[in-house]
Each structure stands twice: as C-alpha cells, then as structure tokens.
C-alpha cells in the first residue's frame, strides 16, 4: 500500500536492528540499508525524549551525501526510570543492574524515528509505559545467559523471555518498546 504512494522516493534505513528492518518489511516498504558508525553520546541536560530525538537526528547528521528523492530513516530507543536514561549496558553486570532496577517498578520506553531528506529534518517521539513484576536474580541471571540481550536499551528486549514471564502490563505502542512505533512511520510515509 505504502510503496505505491512514496514510489517517487526511495527509502533508507540506517539501522542494523533485525527488529527494526522486520517493521519495515512488515509494513510492506522496500528499503535499503546503510549504516555508518556514530558515537552515541548526548549532552547531560537533555531529559527523556530530548535525548532519542537528539541521537535520532545525530545519526542523521553522517549522511550528508543522501539524493534528491531519497528518505533517510533513523531512529533511537531508550528506557526512563526515575528520570534517568537506560540504554544499552556496557556488559552483563551493567545489564544485571539495570534489570534490578526495573523490576517491581513501572518505566517509559522512548522510541524517536528522524525522517531526513535533501530538504528537511522531522522527527517524532513516542512513549509507551511498561510494568514489570518482581524478576528473582535467578530470573534475571537465567534471561542475560539464554537471551543475552547486550544490544537492547534497559537489557531487555519485550518480544524475548524476559517479557513473557516478567512484563505485567504495558500502556501504549508494542513496537514501540520493540524499537520502532510503526504506527508513526506509517502516519509520516502516508501524507507524503
């Protein structure tokens, strides 16, 4: 439905997220991968969708050299918790702790997806709330061996384990927790 409308355009996902690539196919796109290394840092003061909106744009920001008919897709994802940012942990004991922290407690996972061209920049944000119950350190010790979700923002991932047995609830977009609220892609891409 969408290729027909954007046929004019040719899409770009710099994204080397399997999650991220799957949306798009699902939502029935053709696409192209390009990916360039960035280093993922943001300024202190920024809070909660500052921050995905900053490093969604900052990854942008490598592709200076996209055509005149060519989308740019890029997106960023973090967990907030207690007004603090959690994204992908440096190594398992990272990760055991952010699991601690998110267990019996309700968090924010925050997705933005920056649509750059030639011309312009639009970037867009999406909340959704997650409720976990209590996770044991033997839950959690059991989740990083089998799943080992290093390359996850919070050290989880919703689709995985960890969500089937841990997550009571959640107020908003699932694909948005998995990495990508669709929905807002789809809105973006369909008024083109």
Known sequence: MLNSKIA?????????SPRR?????DLGLDFEIRLRE??????????AHQI?????????KSFDDIAKNEILITSDTIVWLSNE?????K??????????????STHQVITSVSFKTIDSVTTFHDYTAVTFGTLTSEMIAFYLEKHKP???AGSYGIQDWIGLVGVQS???????????????????????
């Open 52 to 60: 995905t909106d900053y490093l969604a744009e900052l990854k942008g």
């Open 8 to 16: 004019a355009y040719k899409l770009i996902l710099a994204s080397g």
């Open 170 to 192: 959640i107020n908003g977009s699932y694909t948005n927790v998995m990495g990508l609220p669709t929905h807002l892609v789809f809105d973006y891409l369909n008024k083109l």
């Open 150 to 152: 290093f390359d996850k």
């Open 21 to 25: 690539q799957q949306f798009l196919k």
């Open 85 to 89: 940012a959690l994204g992908k942990p």
């Open 91 to 104: 190594d398992s004991a990272d990760a055991t702790a952010m699991l601690e922290k998110l267990s019996g």
């Open 38 to 47: 960035i280093d993922e840092v943001f300024p202190q003061e920024l809070k």
